[in-house]
């Protein structure tokens, strides 16, 4: 069973905690000590992201943490190298998160074969084309065990949030608000419209709500409308200013969670 | 073979629209709507009557005869120079701002370089008392300061692009993030025939004026439609396409396509984009682009600020893949005496970019049965501070 599906199965309540982090940020070594605190801490499911020269959906917090990791010299390959053997202390899903360009220069099929073999469980390319995926890439994606997750947003279309919620596995994306990532702000009335609208949908996957979620308070009332939140920028800005990365990455999840 | 885009936005393998869900639904707007807006016939009287009282269209086809005689072969010049607000950019910003105004957009977003198309988006919104934001690379607005006055005098707000290299790929980001912040009031404007489906499509229908206009211009001189060349300068690739439109399927036209090479593709100082580019994605669309091998943008360079686009439109991606335009480099000093030849020789100083597009002269071998056009794509008032730091004149 694919880890996505186990931790929703585990946890009916919801509750959970999606984390994204850059990989090869702040050092490049850094990967493996941040997925390990992350599970340590209690961590739902991990987001590690490719860094890409020109990140088009992201805010300037994790456009800034991609380039110091490509300056870093991170790269898809050194990422796997970094991956190799994880499995033996990780269990949480980990999903990467990128643009589709560095993985077609890779290669997709190579590519989904390599995620196959360190253990990753899904895929987040927001720039690869729904369309191109089922034309031509989704025999590859579940040859490898890799679920495809999407994005909605409130301008998303009713039938095109069904044509994604069909074509998704593991979980859909609901991003927050017309935004990029790190946009700051609380929940507005607009947005608790837009959470309820889609769960009135009876939609087959769970969602979990990112883009503007930094703490516990905004963490848990995401967690009243969706099964659980994905926090990106704010973990970015967390381990930069870091001086102990195993310390501060628990203190911050019990936080967030409230433990 | 078919070299216009297909229905599905591609151009055979390069083009389509790789865009994250939040830009889908403009871009789907967009994509819905354009063909028919275009069609209306409320759209064309304006855009005919804009393009023909206010940009000064149709701009003249002229025999350049010192030109000619030193070539040996018919060279005629494409005056988009003399265009309102100095290049053929305008043809297309008086498009898409009707089209927004259609669509019922309340405010524009654009992406500049050099400042051309900033300079002609700001224009046209000014005429149409729209609000402008334009995104421009900081360190370009450090470059092209007189630029970016002329798009505050015109009442647009010029927000620096402070992410990754400052360029026109940032500018590009940061102009599309813009675009996800404000999904549902505001058009994006984009400047060349890159972008998502439609964009590449969009822009080269509203520049195909040019070879419209070539077409009966060159029936009234020479007795026939069809050069045997039509030569253009290409970054991202608007006025190539504009110059190619309408020859596009006609085979015995040699397209030439003609890219900044900089310093000379070896030194990595370099936009030559089909000598070092590579298949990928660049700013939504499948199309050959500089890239690292991890498949990070790189970073182009040419003495021309129009021409440093890492990556050129899917229509000339395709045009190279199936080897139905030639595609010339030309370096910083070879278009910089080109400039200054037909300066001296025909009385026009062209923009830099231009400047490429007569440097592939020397590289062709023509006959002098060849009638040859050029699309003089700007003039060069706005390169007078780089004219004047080369000093080679």
């Not at chain 1, 020269?53 to 050194?78: E, F, K, L, R």
């Not at chain 1, 560095?102 to 987040?124: A, H, R, S, T, Y």
């Not at chain 2, 692009?161 to 404000?182: F, H, P, V």
Request: net charge negative; aromatic share 8%; hydrophobic share 35%.
């Amino acid at each position: 069973m694919n880890r996505l599906d186990q931790v929703f199965e585990n946890n009916p309540e919801g509750n959970l905690l999606n984390v994204y982090f850059t990989a090869g940020y702040p050092k490049l070594r850094d990967t493996r000590t941040i997925l390990h605190a992350l599970e340590k801490a209690g961590t739902d499911i991990v987001e590690i992201g490719m860094p890409y020269s020109d990140p088009m959906a992201d805010g300037p917090t994790i456009q800034q943490s991609n380039d110091v990791a490509i300056g870093n010299g991170m790269t898809i390959h050194t990422l796997f190298d970094q991956l190799q053997g994880m499995r033996e202390h990780v269990s949480l899903p980990i999903v990467l998160m990128g643009y589709i360009n560095p993985v077609m220069q890779f290669g997709l099929e190579k590519f989904c074969q390599k995620c196959q073999e360190v253990g990753i469980d899904g895929l987040i390319l927001p720039d690869l084309p729904m369309a191109e995926y089922l034309d031509i890439h989704k025999p590859t994606f579940e040859k490898y065990g890799l679920y495809n997750v999407f994005l909605i947003t409130p301008q998303t279309s009713e039938a095109r949030i069904r044509e994604i919620d069909e074509n998704t596995h593991g979980f859909i994306y609901m991003v927050s608000s017309a935004s990029i990532t790190g946009a700051k702000g609380s929940i507005t009335e607009g947005q608790v419209a837009y959470f309820n609208r889609v769960n009135a949908m009876g939609l087959r996957n769970p969602r979990l709500i990112g883009f503007g979620i930094s703490n516990h308070e905004t963490f848990s009332t995401a967690c009243q409308y969706a099964k659980g939140a994905i926090i990106g920028s704010a973990f970015i800005n967390l381990v930069r200013e870091s001086h102990d990365l195993e310390k501060d990455i628990t203190e911050y999840i019990h936080a967030v969670k409230g433990r | 073979m078919q070299y216009g885009v297909d229905e599905r936005g591609y151009y055979g393998k390069f083009g389509g629209a790789y865009i994250p869900e939040m830009l889908y639904p403009n871009i789907e707007e967009l994509r819905e709507n354009y063909l028919d807006i275009i069609a209306e016939p409320g759209f064309q009287e304006e855009f005919q009557m804009l393009l023909r009282d206010y940009v000064g269209r149709p701009t003249p086809l002229y025999f350049a005869k010192r030109l000619s005689d030193k070539y040996g072969a018919s060279i005629y010049l494409k005056r988009e120079d003399l265009c309102h607000t100095g290049a053929h950019k305008v043809n297309n910003t008086i498009g898409q701002i009707i089209l927004a105004k259609k669509l019922g957009k309340k405010r524009i977003i654009a992406e500049t370089g050099a400042g051309q198309h900033g300079v002609a988006t700001a224009t046209v919104c000014a005429l149409m008392g729209l609000p402008c934001t334009v995104y421009m690379g900081a360190v370009d607005m450090e470059r092209q300061k007189p630029n970016v006055e002329r798009m505050r005098i015109l009442g647009a707000e010029v927000k620096p692009a402070e992410s990754g290299s400052k360029t026109l790929k940032d500018a590009t980001n940061e102009a599309m993030r813009a675009w996800i912040n404000n999904p549902t009031d505001t058009h994006y404007i984009i400047g060349s025939v890159v972008g998502p489906h439609p964009y590449p499509d969009m822009v080269a229908r509203f520049q195909s004026v040019i070879s419209e206009e070539i077409r009966w211009q060159l029936k009234e001189k020479e007795g026939r439609e069809t050069p045997d060349y039509v030569v253009a300068c290409v970054g991202g690739g608007s006025n190539a396409a504009g110059a190619f439109y309408h020859f596009l399927n006609e085979e015995n036209v040699r397209l030439v396509n003609v890219e900044a090479d900089g310093m000379g593709f070896s030194t990595g100082k370099s936009a030559a984009t089909s000598i070092l580019g590579k298949e990928g994605v660049l700013h939504g669309s499948r199309t050959l682009l500089m890239q690292t091998e991890d498949g990070q943008v790189v970073e182009p360079y040419s003495i021309s600020a129009g021409l440093d686009y890492p990556g050129i439109g899917p229509m000339h991606a395709h045009l190279f893949d199936t080897k139905r335009a030639d595609f010339y480099s030309v370096t910083d000093e070879e278009a910089m005496k080109a400039c200054v030849e037909v300066s001296r020789f025909e009385g026009i100083i062209p923009a830099i970019e231009t400047g490429h597009a007569f440097g592939a002269l020397p590289k062709m071998e023509l006959k002098s049965s060849d009638v040859v056009v050029i699309n003089l794509s700007g003039r060069g008032d706005k390169d007078l501070a780089t004219y004047i730091k080369w000093g080679g004149y």
